[in-house]
């Protein structure tokens, strides 16, 4: 619910400032903006479910797999990012820092998730010792 919002509020400042940002020095600092303030929603929306599995004291219902696969694809695009450092020129990095944020701090917050996936799982026990004795 909440993104159509957010996309309907860029369209509306877009349209608004339209002549501002006509110039291309206004149009990157409003694309650097919407990088950093992407991947800063991003992660404040990762937090809930960090918080959840915490006060549940359980990661159940979480893919091991679906975390790994996230934490492989956002190492490997921040890992194409910072290889193009040293080729890409001198204001390469703080064109692309927000872009650069957006997977790294995916990975920090990932390795929490793994942490707590590590930390909480619940220890299966056989079917023959969870059932009770008969009377």
Do not use: C
Not at 12 to 21: N, P
Not at 74 to 89: D, E, F, K, R, W
Not at 125 to 133: K, L, Q
């Amino acid at each position: 619910m909440i993104m159509p919002v957010i996309l309907l509020l860029t369209w509306l400042f877009v349209r608004k400032y339209s002549g501002v940002l006509s110039n291309a020095q206004s149009l990157e600092t409003f694309g650097l903006l919407m990088g950093w303030g992407s991947g800063i929603n991003y992660h404040l929306s990762r937090l809930p479910q960090l918080w959840h599995n915490h006060k549940r004291n359980s990661v159940e219902g979480l893919s091991l797999a679906m975390f790994t696969i996230i934490f492989a694809a956002n190492g490997s695009y921040a890992a194409s990012l910072i290889s193009m450092l040293p080729v890409a020129g001198p204001g390469f990095l703080h064109r692309s820092a927000s872009y650069i944020y957006g997977p790294v701090g995916s990975i920090f917050i990932d390795v929490f998730v793994l942490i707590q996936f590590i930390s909480l799982r619940k220890v299966r026990t056989s079917p023959s010792s969870s059932r009770s004795a008969l009377p």
